[in-house]
C-alpha cells in the first residue's frame, strides 16, 4: 500500500502541479489588470463617488467619453454667441429703433405745420419702415404683464430710456411679429408700430438648428463606430468565458490594433494550455503503461508464491494501487477528449436515483428550469455519480436538487449521515485524504473522487463545495456557469 501510494500519490501531484502552473500562467494577464484598476481605484477617491453614476460597460463609458465633449463645446459655443453675438446685434438694432423714434418726435414737434401728420408718416413708412400714427387726446394704456425673458424687451426698454425724455409705454408680445410703442407727448400720444426683425436679432434659430443638426451626426457617427470597435472586444471575452468553461472555441482577431493584439496574445495562450495538456496526458498514458507492466509484474510474482497472510496483504495493495491509477487516467483521458455537448441532466440523475433506491436508499429528486445544459457528459456523469455514491454510502436518506438559471447550474446532493466537520471538509478534495474519524468520503475507493470531480466541475468554470445539509448529514453543491 505505502508503494503503490507513493507512486500514484507522485503522478496525480506532478500532473496538479502542472495543471496550477498553466492556471496561473493563463490568469497572470488577468490578476495584473486587476491588481492595476484596484490602484487606480484608490488613488482616486472622488472618481469612485463619480463612478457609481456612470455606465459600468466599456461601450456606454466610451460614448460618455465622446459625448461629454461634444455637449460641453456646444454648450460654450451657444453661451458665447448669445452672449457676445446675439445680445450685441439686438442691442444694436433696438438703438437704431429707439434712434428712428426720437428723430420723428424731434420732427413732429419742430414743424407744427404737420398738423395731420402726413408728411411724417410718409417718411416714417418710405424711409424708416415704420408706421406711426398720431392718436389725439390720449393718455399711455397700463402697463402690460412683463415677460419672465425677454431679450428684446430688456434690450428696448433701454434703449428707449436712454434716446427718449418722454414716457412711454413698450408691447413686445401682443404681436408676434411687430413690436408696439407709444410715447407720450403733451396731449397727444404717438403710436409706432415697427417689426420685430428691425430691432431683435431673430435668425439665432437657424445656428441652433444647424449646431443641434450636426451635433446628432456626429454623435450617430460615433455611435456607430464605438459599436463596431466593441464587438470584437466582446467576442473576446465570450472566447475567453467558453475557453474557460471547458468548451470549443472560435474566435478570429480583429478591429483595432490592440485588439487584436490582445487576441492573438489570447490564441497563444491557448494553445500554449492545449499542448501543454496535451503533454500532460501523454505523458501519464506512457507512464501508465509503464507502471501496468511492473504491477503486472507483481501480480505473476504474488501468484508463483505460498499463499499466505502476508502475500494476501500485498495482493490487495497492489489491487488498490491499480484501482488508484485507473481512476485518475480515466479522468485525465476524459477531460483530455471529451467535447461539451447539450445534456439532460434530469435524465442522468433519475439514473443515479435509481440506482441509489436499488441500493436500498430513500431518494429524493427535483429539477428546477431547463434540464439542457451544454457540458461534457461523462465527465459530469463521473462528478454526480461520485457525489450520489459518497452520499450513499455514509447515509440512509438522499435528497437531490438542480437548480438551472440565467447563469448557472447548481446541483446539491443532501445526505443524513454524520457528515464531516467544517475544518476538514476542504482537506477531503486533497488526492489520498482519507478521514479516520466522524466519516470517510472515499471508503472501499481510491482516495481520489472528490479531487477529481472538484478539478472536473474546476475545468467547466465551476466548483464544488461541502456545507451542512438540511438534513443532518452533509450537503454536496456542484455549480457550475452556464
Given at each position: 500500500?505505502?508503494?503503490?501510494?507513493?507512486?500514484?500519490?507522485?503522478?496525480?501531484?506532478?500532473?496538479?502541479?502542472?495543471?496550477?502552473?498553466?492556471?496561473?500562467?493563463?490568469?497572470?494577464?488577468?490578476?495584473?489588470?486587476?491588481?492595476?484598476?484596484?490602484?487606480?481605484?484608490?488613488?482616486?477617491?472622488?472618481m469612485r463617488f463619480l463612478s457609481r453614476f456612470l455606465p459600468r460597460g466599456l461601450y456606454g463609458r466610451s460614448l460618455v467619453i465622446v459625448i461629454a465633449p461634444v455637449?460641453?463645446?456646444?454648450?460654450?459655443?451657444?453661451?458665447?454667441?448669445?452672449?457676445?453675438?446675439?445680445?450685441?446685434v439686438t442691442r444694436r438694432l433696438s438703438a437704431a429703433v429707439s434712434a428712428d423714434i426720437s428723430a420723428l418726435i424731434?420732427?413732429?414737434?419742430?414743424?407744427?405745420?404737420?398738423?395731420?401728420?402726413?408728411?411724417?408718416?410718409?417718411?416714417?413708412?418710405?424711409?424708416?419702415?415704420?408706421d406711426v400714427d398720431i392718436l389725439r387726446n390720449s393718455e399711455l394704456p397700463p402697463p402690460g404683464p412683463q415677460p419672465f425673458f425677454s431679450l428684446l424687451d430688456q434690450s428696448l426698454t433701454r434703449q428707449l430710456q436712454l434716446q427718449l425724455s418722454h414716457p412711454f409705454w413698450l408691447d413686445t408680445v401682443g404681436q408676434s411679429d411687430f413690436v408696439e410703442i407709444r410715447i407720450q407727448l403733451g396731449q397727444d400720444v404717438m403710436r409706432v408700430v415697427a417689426r420685430r426683425s428691425a430691432a431683435y436679432a431673430s435668425n439665432s434659430h437657424i445656428f441652433l438648428a444647424w449646431m443641434v443638426v450636426t451635433s446628432l451626426v456626429l454623435l450617430t457617427v460615433a455611435v456607430l463606430f464605438l459599436r463596431n470597435q466593441i464587438k470584437p472586444i466582446l467576442s473576446l471575452a465570450e472566447a475567453a468565458e467558453s475557453f474557460g468553461k471547458g468548451r470549443e472555441v472560435e474566435f478570429r482577431p480583429r478591429?483595432?490594433?490592440?485588439?487584436?493584439q490582445a487576441g492573438h496574445a489570447f490564441l497563444e495562450m491557448k494553445r500554449r494550455v492545449e499542448r501543454a495538456l496535451g503533454e500532460r496526458t501523454t505523458m501519464l498514458n506512457g507512464v501508465s503503461h509503464d507502471l501496468r507492466t511492473i504491477l503486472?509484474?507483481?501480480?505473476?510474482?504474488?501468484?508463483?508464491?505460498?499463499?499466505?497472510?502476508?502475500?494476501?496483504?500485498?495482493?490487495?495493495?497492489?489491487?488498490?494501487?491499480?484501482?488508484?491509477?485507473?481512476?485518475?487516467?480515466?479522468f485525465v483521458r476524459g477531460?483530455?477528449?471529451?467535447?461539451?455537448?447539450?445534456?439532460?441532466?434530469?435524465?442522468?440523475?433519475?439514473?443515479?436515483?435509481?440506482?441509489?433506491?436499488?441500493?436500498?436508499?430513500?431518494?429524493?429528486?427535483?429539477?428546477?428550469?431547463?434540464?439542457?445544459?451544454?457540458?461534457?457528459?461523462?465527465?459530469?456523469?463521473?462528478?454526480?455519480?461520485?457525489?450520489?455514491?459518497?452520499?450513499?454510502?455514509?447515509?440512509?436518506?438522499?435528497?437531490?436538487?438542480?437548480?438551472?438559471?440565467?447563469?448557472?447550474?447548481?446541483?446539491?446532493?443532501?445526505?443524513?449521515?454524520?457528515?464531516?466537520?467544517?475544518?476538514?471538509?476542504?482537506?477531503?478534495?486533497?488526492?489520498?485524504v482519507r478521514l479516520d474519524e466522524a466519516r470517510n468520503v472515499d471508503e472501499g475507493g481510491s482516495g481520489l473522487g472528490l479531487s477529481i470531480s472538484r478539478d472536473i466541475a474546476r475545468s467547466h468554470g465551476g466548483d464544488i463545495a461541502l456545507l451542512d445539509s438540511p438534513l443532518g448529514g452533509l450537503r454536496a453543491m456542484m455549480r457550475l456557469p452556464v
Open positions: 500500500m505505502d508503494m503503490g501510494g507513493k507512486v500514484a500519490s507522485t503522478l496525480v501531484a506532478a500532473s496538479r502541479s502542472l495543471g496550477q502552473s498553466l492556471a496561473g500562467m493563463a490568469g497572470a494577464f488577468g490578476a495584473s489588470s486587476r491588481a492595476g484598476k484596484r490602484a487606480l481605484r484608490n488613488a482616486n477617491g472622488p455637449v460641453l463645446l456646444q454648450s460654450v459655443v451657444a453661451y458665447v454667441f448669445m452672449e457676445r453675438h446675439w445680445q450685441l424731434d420732427v413732429y414737434q419742430s414743424y407744427p405745420q404737420d398738423k395731420d401728420a402726413a408728411t411724417l408718416q410718409r417718411i416714417a413708412q418710405q424711409r424708416l419702415n415704420l478591429g483595432a490594433t490592440e485588439v487584436r503486472t509484474r507483481f501480480k505473476l510474482s504474488l501468484a508463483l508464491l505460498e499463499r499466505t497472510p502476508e502475500i494476501e496483504a500485498i495482493e490487495k495493495d497492489v489491487d488498490e494501487m491499480s484501482r488508484m491509477l485507473e481512476a485518475y487516467l480515466a477531460e483530455a477528449g471529451e467535447i461539451p455537448m447539450a445534456t439532460d441532466i434530469r435524465a442522468l440523475l433519475e439514473e443515479l436515483k435509481a440506482d441509489a433506491e436499488r441500493q436500498g436508499h430513500a431518494t429524493d429528486l427535483s429539477v428546477i428550469g431547463d434540464p439542457v445544459v451544454v457540458v461534457r457528459p461523462d465527465a459530469i456523469r463521473r462528478v454526480l455519480t461520485n457525489l450520489v455514491s459518497n452520499a450513499a454510502r455514509h447515509g440512509d436518506r438522499i435528497a437531490i436538487t438542480a437548480t438551472h438559471d440565467v447563469r448557472y447550474l447548481i446541483v446539491t446532493v443532501d445526505d443524513d449521515g454524520p457528515g464531516i466537520p467544517a475544518e476538514l471538509r476542504e482537506e477531503v478534495f486533497k488526492p489520498f
